[in-house]
């Protein structure tokens, strides 16, 4: 049986997968304020690897100034 190494985790996302046998499919989504950069979906493949490549969050304008924004008091 074909297994695939569970993929690293997704700073600032999150990562559902049921299993790591072939054809499983793991799928990102980024939290709130970030976009995903890269697959949305990977497929363990029959060697043993996951198809693309592992993707990241990145922040969006929005979200940076949110996060200055939470520094001030009003």
Request: net charge positive; glycine share 10%; hydrophobic share 30%.
């Amino acid at each position: 049986m074909v297994s695939c190494i569970l993929p690293g985790a997704l700073q600032d996302g999150t990562r559902s997968i049921t299993a790591n046998s072939y054809n499983t499919v793991v799928t990102y989504a980024c939290n709130s304020g970030f976009r995903l950069v890269g697959s949305a979906t990977r497929t363990c493949q029959a060697d043993g690897t996951w198809s693309g490549e592992h993707p990241r969050c990145i922040g969006t304008i929005q979200s940076y100034y949110n996060y200055r924004l939470s520094f001030l008091k009003i």
